[in-house]
């Protein structure tokens, strides 16, 4: 044989192999069950009816899946439970909706009605059911097989029944529905809400409690303020801020996934003696989330009385975790709006130091601001202010001291009522203030000795001018 015809022979030879790998892969991946073409196959779009029942004449739906077996139970009054699980709350609306879909069943398509071929179907291995009982005591049960190639349609016949048929996907997908999909994900939001109570436990330990303020209530360390702290520091205003921020943590209370409804050991969740808890007081309720262990996802926890673990946002317990009470504490021993104030007068050591605030604007008053009677400029004077109402308190505490205090500083306000605040001595490194309400505060004696200093200058400059 010529080169030439070698050649001819071998590329015939290629394209007959290549058409039968190509006949074989279109077998393999395009394949399925032939369906009949006989006058009785309805290929049709119309569906088939299969079952035509009211939902209210519905008692009870069996769904079986590859993992769980359950019953959504109807009663007389309309209300639908899955009596497998008591313990759990589900979605009423959810369980309706599900119960309801089962009261009719049609087939998209008849496959065929010769039965010795369901094997071919997956309808041999009877895994996957579902079970429809009317009131009426008739009971029809449906058998479903494999999906349709590359479709998430089902095979299904009903038990007994004659032909082989087509489910359609909406059908086949709340069968295979899990019962966690019929509860509740969203626990709480506080969107619009008022919140009345928040508090943050660690084991037994409270270690933030707030309040909303009231009316007529004015905390003498901030002005303006939105929270009352119960803890730590109780009666000081809270930093609205670093309150509102931590509050924002906790705006949506949701779960990412079911995890344990019957933990036999809390501990291994992290949810012990020594979890967090967070508690919130609404118009609508209280509410109590508490918090274990970090989880890759994000963090074990669980809502109000029940025992059930979640997985949830790991946010919440960052927001928590570690937390500093006194870092949600507006620490000013006393603080006041200089416009509010007639005159700030310091007593230290048999020295006085007297601030005086005029009336009218700086520009119609020149002389609105004095020192010890000597005119300061508004400047001066406003920085100084600033650091007799900038002292800043570390504790709050029955703190003992002894004799008589060092320093008095007097708040007297426009309106005519005044503050005093006595300062004693106390230890190497702290001062006591004590308020005119009898609260004690320890201030670091650094603080004061820059504010003497001050003072000093200033009475020795209003005094040269």
Not at 86 to 96: G, H, R, V
Not at 211 to 223: D, Y
Not at 393 to 422: A, C, I, L, R, W
Request: aromatic residues 10%; glycine residues 8%; negative net charge.
């Amino acid at each position: 044989m010529t080169a030439k015809g070698k050649l001819i022979r071998n590329s015939v030879i290629a394209v007959a192999a290549l058409g039968i790998l190509a006949g074989g892969y279109y077998f393999a991946v395009k394949w399925q069950p032939a369906e009949e073409t006989s006058d009785t196959t309805a290929s049709t779009s119309s569906s088939i009816e299969l079952l035509n029942a009211k939902t209210d004449e519905v008692r009870s739906v069996k769904i079986q899946n590859l993992d769980q077996t359950y019953t959504l139970l109807q009663d007389d009054e309309g209300n639908v439970s899955i009596p497998e699980i008591p313990d759990i709350e589900f979605e009423q609306m959810s369980l309706k909706s599900a119960l309801s879909g089962f009261s009719s069943i049609s087939a998209e398509k008849e496959i065929t009605t010769d039965m010795q071929r369901v094997a071919e179907f997956g309808l041999n291995r009877r895994d996957v059911s579902f079970t429809v009982t009317l009131k009426d005591g008739t009971v029809r049960q449906f058998i479903v097989g494999d999906s349709l190639p590359g479709e998430t349609t089902y095979y299904f016949m009903e038990d007994g029944g004659s032909s082989v048929y087509t489910l359609p996907s909406y059908k086949a997908s709340s069968l295979f529905k899990s019962t966690n999909e019929y509860r509740n994900t969203n626990l709480l939001s506080l969107e619009g809400a008022t919140i009345s109570h928040f508090s943050v436990s660690h084991g037994s330990e409270k270690l933030l409690a707030i309040r909303p303020v009231e009316e007529g209530e004015n905390p003498q360390n901030t002005f303006g303020a939105s929270w009352i702290l119960e803890t730590p520091c109780p009666g000081e205003g809270a930093s609205e801020d670093r309150i509102g921020k931590l509050i924002e943590n906790f705006q949506s209370i949701s779960i990412l996934e079911f995890v344990d409804d019957h933990p036999a050991d809390l501990n291994t969740y992290g949810l012990g003696s020594d979890a967090y808890t967070v508690s919130f007081t609404t118009e609508e309720g209280s509410y109590t989330l508490r918090l274990g262990k970090a989880a890759e996802d994000g963090v074990y926890m669980q809502w109000n009385d029940g025992i059930s673990v979640y997985l949830g946002d790991a946010a919440y317990l960052s927001a928590v975790s570690g937390m500093d009470p006194m870092l949600y504490v507006e620490k000013f021993v006393h603080i006041a709006n200089i416009e509010d104030m007639a005159a700030v007068t310091i007593t230290k050591d048999g020295n006085t130091y007297t601030m005086e605030i005029g009336d009218g604007e700086e520009e119609e008053n020149p002389d609105k601001y004095k020192i010890n009677g000597a005119v300061t400029k508004a400047d001066d004077f406003k920085k100084i202010y600033q650091q007799v109402i900038g002292i800043m308190f570390v504790e709050q505490g029955n703190f003992v001291v002894q004799g008589e205090p060092f320093m008095t500083v007097t708040y007297q306000f426009k309106d005519g009522h005044s503050d005093t605040m006595k300062y004693y001595e106390y230890d190497e490194r702290y001062y006591v203030a004590e308020r005119s309400t009898g609260t004690r505060l320890t201030v670091l004696k650094t603080t004061l000795n820059e504010l003497f200093g001050t003072l000093s200058a200033a009475a020795g400059t209003s005094s040269a001018e």
